[in-house]
């Protein structure tokens, strides 16, 4: 306790070097507008911008509002360029109702299997099958043991065997390893052995698709057409991957599966198949558009402090305007609000220490896509982000709050994760302005709904750069048409951007930098 408190101390006593600092952002935090943040609101979820989806011209609309609002507050592009708003290539492609046939025998997208990645059209030719068992690599089970999957197609398992928690993982905690609950995990295991294609039997493909209609609604997937080209993905049904095989494979693929279950010891074979697998789709070449800009600091102006939140939504789908009022136009309409006071702050008092930067990405809703981009072709260096603190769905109450009108909370995601002085930063902040009740219900290790993936700041946390993630919670709107501007709450939404302008004014104007948790490491660098 003792320990906690003189770290406190020691941390106030350099986030305000003086009194006369501390006053200039309490005042100018008073001038963050319920107003000006709903005008925001319902232009960016107007009919006019046709929702916003990626790559159409509603998002367009979206963009050169925001970028036009930013250059009205005296916003400047980033170092090296010369516009606000960065274009990044997509190519989407139209998956549904494409058939595949295999053996003279047509199966159905959603119905038995869901195609992922590797969009271009595509003709696998599958001589051979490499069965890994549930393509886990753990120290005291590994599907991959003296396997060699290099350029050859591999067929796994979805989850994990029935007792692996007993038998190999015995102090989790939770019902499941990590091998089952994070796909990145295990595909990035064997993108890594670079195989042809990959299958994934899943017991319940409508099920799958449901839950990715659920995130998108949509069935159609995009990919970064400049990044590298993907290997294919497919999730498919345990009737269609016994099509692959001939009689008597087949009835060794059974036996062998029902051997890792029941003594959860890998195993792993290659098969012959004659399969072949046509894939071909109807492509489309689209932009993306990023809207970037930054206040340039002073002594310290080539360090930054990153705002950001997602500008798109979904669109029109099946003649249904989809509005994003709280996702995210609350988002983006405080990243605005926050640009226009830290510009009449630099104007009137005098610039930070640190640059500030206000970033609106496209495609995050189709797998974080503008914010990937951005990051993997950041025009400053990553060692030099100090922090990001992202903003998706900000102006609601969710269901736990929602009987709850006197209290005034915010979630924050990704700040004990990533840095205990940002943590402590944004307590700080908090005390001294808003006074939110500040909830870390979804921070947890073993959070189910896993939202610390599922924003544009992970991308940044991925590279060792701390991160909070400012986020109101779920409610019954969320990606339906009745997510619409008169929810949002104006007063709620104006305190919790009060709290972001606090602990990013800190950020920017300390004496020292904040450090990841984990220490002497540096962001990385591509």
Not at 119 to 129: A, K, R
Not at 228 to 257: D, G, T, W
Not at 350 to 379: D, H, I, M, Q
Request: net charge neutral.
């Amino acid at each position: 306790m003792i320990k906690h408190l003189l770290y406190t101390f020691f941390l106030f006593n350099f986030v305000y070097p003086s009194l006369a600092q501390q006053n200039n952002e309490i005042i100018y935090s008073k001038l963050l507008s319920p107003d000006t943040l709903m005008e925001h609101v319902w232009r960016l979820s107007s009919e006019s911008m046709e929702g916003r989806k990626t790559g159409t011209e509603g998002q367009r609309k979206a963009a050169r509002y925001l970028a036009a609002r930013l250059h009205q507050y005296g916003v400047s592009p980033l170092p090296g360029r010369d516009k606000l708003i960065q274009k990044h290539a997509l190519s989407l492609q139209f998956n549904s109702g494409k058939n595949i046939e295999l053996h003279q025998r047509f199966f159905l997208f959603l119905d038995d299997y869901i195609y992922v990645s590797g969009y271009n059209d595509t003709s696998l030719v599958l001589q051979n099958i490499v069965f890994a068992g549930y393509g886990i690599a753990d120290s005291n089970y590994n599907d991959y043991k003296n396997l060699d999957v290099t350029g050859k197609a591999v067929l796994i398992y979805e989850g994990e065997p029935p007792s692996f928690k007993k038998n190999v993982n015995k102090k989790l905690h939770a019902a499941y390893s990590d091998w089952s609950t994070d796909w990145k995990k295990k595909l990035s295991v064997i993108y890594e052995k670079r195989p042809s294609v990959v299958f994934v039997i899943t017991e319940d493909i409508k099920a799958l698709a449901d839950s990715l209609l659920d995130e998108s609604k949509t069935i159609e997937f995009y990919r970064l057409a400049s990044g590298p080209n993907s290997i294919p993905l497919i999730f498919i049904s345990q009737e269609m991957a016994n099509s692959f095989f001939p009689e008597y494979a087949e009835r060794k693929f059974i036996k062998e599966k029902r051997r890792i279950d029941s003594k959860t010891k890998s195993s792993s074979f290659s098969i012959s198949t004659d399969a072949v697998i046509n894939i071909s789709s109807r492509p489309s070449e689209l932009m993306g558009e990023n809207v970037v800009g930054m206040i340039e600091g002073t002594d310290k102006k080539e360090e930054y402090v990153f705002i950001s939140a997602h500008l798109d939504h979904l669109g029109i789908l099946n003649s249904r305007f989809f509005p994003g009022a709280d996702d995210n136009a609350s988002g983006s309409a405080a990243v605005l609000e926050l640009a226009r006071i830290f510009a009449m702050a630099a104007k009137q008092t005098g610039k930070l220490k640190r640059s500030v930067v206000f970033a609106f990405f496209s495609g995050e809703e189709n797998g974080l896509l503008g914010s990937s981009y951005f990051v993997n072709n950041s025009p400053v260096p990553l060692q030099q982000i100090v922090a990001n603190l992202n903003i998706d769905m900000l102006g609601r109450r969710d269901s736990i709050y929602e009987s709850q009108d006197s209290i005034d909370y915010v979630y924050l995601i990704g700040a004990k994760k990533t840095s205990n002085e940002l943590y402590q930063l944004n307590e700080i902040s908090n005390n001294h302005g808003p006074k939110l009740k500040l909830d870390y219900l979804y921070d947890k290790p073993d959070d189910p709904n896993r939202f610390f993936e599922r924003s544009d700041h992970y991308h940044f946390a991925e590279k060792n750069i701390p991160v909070i993630f400012y986020f109101s919670g779920m409610h019954a709107d969320y990606h339906k048409p009745s997510d619409t501007p008169d929810k949002i709450k104006p007063n709620l939404l104006c305190k919790r951007t009060e709290l972001i302008f606090l602990t990013t004014w800190k950020l920017a104007d300390m004496n020292f930098r904040i450090k990841h948790n984990r220490k002497h490491v540096d962001p990385i660098e591509n």
